[in-house]
């Protein structure tokens, strides 16, 4: 049900606010399908409506030990041999390698189960610590609440990360965390720190990204060494005060890009990189395209 409830929450029903998507749940066969929770979903979509969807996700399911039936199999092949992108999150891996999508393809599942998927399908090479890992048509996710990480990158791949980071906020979480799955086991959410002292700071460095902001910085305004600092930081969000910076910077960067006009050089300015050649070496190591092609994907993006 938690799987359902992203899917739900990220590509379903928006009212008027765009993207609107034409969002259906399906089934092998329609009817009241049993969840975890005890509580049945009546389903009216059957396996021929993954033909002609553009984004086919394969949920979790209980019995992810047994493959699915050889229908579900070939809907899913089916669907990512006519071009549309097929993704997954936790053990609805276990699905997309059933089917023998990951076969020389990177992925990523659960964590406690990653062992479990590398040694029952040895030719996909599993990333057991990687939130998502996108393949380009074929796309995988970890476990639980980490399927809103691969969702939300989905949605910033195809319609660029103002509408991502809106959708977000809207759901008060994060557009994108740097880290791996190590960091469910802490808050993971520097924008909802709990940590007041440091939430404060936090907020600071986001209006002042156009200074160097080193850690030293941070650390004073926090009242604290630089050592406990990294250590308080680390325990609040997961990460490192460097990596959270840059990816502030970069998802800043983005905004920027796609809602302005301003030249790639006073952007650079404005999120702290040095020149527009360092944004764009940032930009191309971390997005995998420069700032300018980034441009015009989303210049025109709703």
């Known amino acids: 049900m938690l799987a359902v409830g992203i899917v739900t929450e990220v590509f379903g029903p928006r009212g008027t606010r765009a993207p609107a998507f034409e969002f259906a749940l399906c089934t092998e066969r329609p009817g009241a399908v049993p969840t975890d929770l005890g509580v049945p979903l009546t389903l009216t979509h059957g396996l021929d409506r993954l033909a002609r969807a553009d984004l086919v996700i394969a949920l979790p399911w209980a019995g992810f030990r047994t493959p699915p039936a050889p229908p579900v199999l070939e809907a899913l092949a089916a669907a990512h041999a006519r071009g549309a992108v097929v993704a997954a999150h936790c053990v609805g ?26 040694e029952r399908h040895p030719e996909v090479t599993v990333e057991a610590d990687a939130l998502y890992v996108d393949e380009g048509r074929i796309a995988t996710g970890a476990g639980a609440a980490a399927g809103f990480d691969l969702c939300l990158h989905l949605l910033r791949r195809e319609h660029g990360a103002s509408t991502a980071n809106a959708i977000a906020r809207e759901m008060v979480l994060p557009s994108h965390r740097d880290g791996g799955q190590a960091q469910y086991l802490a808050a993971p959410v520097p924008e909802n720190c709990r940590d007041e002292r440091l939430a404060e700071v ?8 156009h200074e ?50 301003l030249p790639v050089e006073e952007i650079a300015r404005r999120v702290g990189y040095g020149s527009a050649a360092v944004l764009r070496e940032q930009f191309v190591r971390r997005r995998g395209i420069p700032p300018r092609a980034y441009r015009r994907s989303f210049t025109n993006t709703p």
Request: proline share 4%; net charge positive.
């Open 93 to 118: 891996t276990f699905a997309l390698a059933a089917a023998g999508l990951l076969d020389g393809r990177r992925a990523t599942t659960h964590w406690r189960f990653a062992g479990l998927l590398a």
């Open 212 to 261: 160097p902001l080193p850690v030293a910085e941070l650390a004073r305004r926090a009242l604290m060494s630089k050592r406990s600092f990294a250590r308080r930081f680390a325990a609040a969000t997961g990460t490192t005060p460097h990596a959270w910076l840059r990816g502030l910077r970069l998802s800043s960067a983005e905004e920027l890009l796609e809602t302005t006009d």
């Open 202 to 209: 936090l907020a600071w460095a986001r209006t002042h990204l």
